[in-house]
């Protein structure tokens, strides 16, 4: 999904994506609940507030 996201991010230039290893992050797991939801999507406003997750 990477590869996708970087051609995303190429053409919404305003668009800020970030990539956690669910292995070498536990903390960011914990953060937001994912248990063993992955790969998981989470989409923050301005504000930085979850508006939409996508799981799968």
């Not at 999904?1 to 190429?10: D, H």
């Not at 999507?41 to 939409?52: M, S, V, W």
């Amino acid at each position: 999904m990477k590869p996708v996201w970087e051609e995303i991010e190429t053409e919404i230039p305003e668009l800020r994506t970030e990539y956690f290893d669910y292995d070498e992050n536990p903390e960011i797991i914990n953060q937001w609940n994912l248990g063993d939801e992955i790969p998981v999507f989470i989409f923050l406003d301005k504000e930085g507030r979850e508006f939409a997750r996508k799981k799968g």
